[in-house]
């Protein structure tokens, strides 16, 4: 992966935790982190690529 790409690989939450916003917190943490700092992603993580399908205005970081 290029250095200014990332790949969300993995998005895993312990199960005690989950259906607590943890994802979806981090998710947007880390687009907001790509975006201020001119990276793109790449999503490989099922349950990531989930999460974009659903909240179209989080895409504009994503190369694939």
Partial sequence: VPACEVDYKNIDVEPE??????????LIRCHDFLKENNRNAIVTCEVAKKWFKEHPEYKDIMVK
């Fill in 17 to 26: 935790y989950r259906h607590q916003g943890i994802a979806e917190d981090l």
